[in-house]
């Protein structure tokens, strides 16, 4: 495989010059279309290989050989950086990727989503746990909060209540870019610290 995909560097070496021949998008394309699916040829067997450093190293260096034709950089251009420039996935990810699709699909492993035959289906009453409790609240200090975004802009609210009376109440204005979640979440962090803060007096 390595001999394979060198000789087709070098094949297209000479057509692809610093200042001529084939352009950026050809020579990505040759590679995706061409030298990709010749260097994951088998990948799902032999993807364990990369655990040692050197056979990582030499797939990296066929990688490197055409990124650095592809983005007609100079040499001393890291592959990660090659790869950034070139919009292309490291190849060591991409092989530890094919692995995963191939257990997957396999059905190796741990279990995912797939097609299977309805009488295989788990019943979900047998997942679903129903607890029952009483109507009164456990928590000794109850705190409501809230958060909104409108026209107006973004803002959050807490009412905390203790003895049924209201004890304490704060509004909150946030960035008008802030979220209509990013709001309930800071209600819901300054109940929890003022309260924190109350059963600490």
Not at 12 to 37: C, D, F, Q
């Amino acid at each position: 495989m390595e001999e394979k995909c060198v000789k087709l560097i070098f094949a297209l070496s000479r057509s692809a010059k610093v200042t001529w021949g084939l352009g950026h998008e050809a020579l990505k394309t040759i590679y995706t279309g061409g030298m990709l699916p010749l260097m994951l040829y088998g990948a799902p067997v032999w993807k364990n290989v990369l655990n040692k450093s050197n056979y990582k190293a030499k797939i990296n260096r066929i990688q490197r050989h055409i990124n650095l034709r592809i983005a007609r950089a100079y040499r001393t251009v890291s592959n990660e950086a090659l790869c950034v420039i070139n919009g292309i996935t490291t190849i060591h990810i991409t092989i530890y990727e094919i692995g995963r699709v191939y257990v997957i699909t396999q059905g190796i492993g741990t279990q995912y989503d797939r097609d299977m035959e309805l009488e295989n289906w788990t019943h979900l009453a047998t997942h679903i746990k129903t607890i029952e409790g009483e109507e009164e609240s456990l928590h000794p200090i109850p705190a409501y909060t809230d958060g909104s975004k409108s026209d107006l802009g973004v803002g959050a609210g807490v009412v905390i209540f203790l003895d049924k009376n209201i004890m304490k109440t704060m509004q909150y204005r946030l960035n008008e870019r802030c979220s209509n979640n990013q709001a309930e979440q800071m209600a819901i962090l300054k109940a929890l610290e003022c309260i924190q803060n109350m059963e600490l007096d």
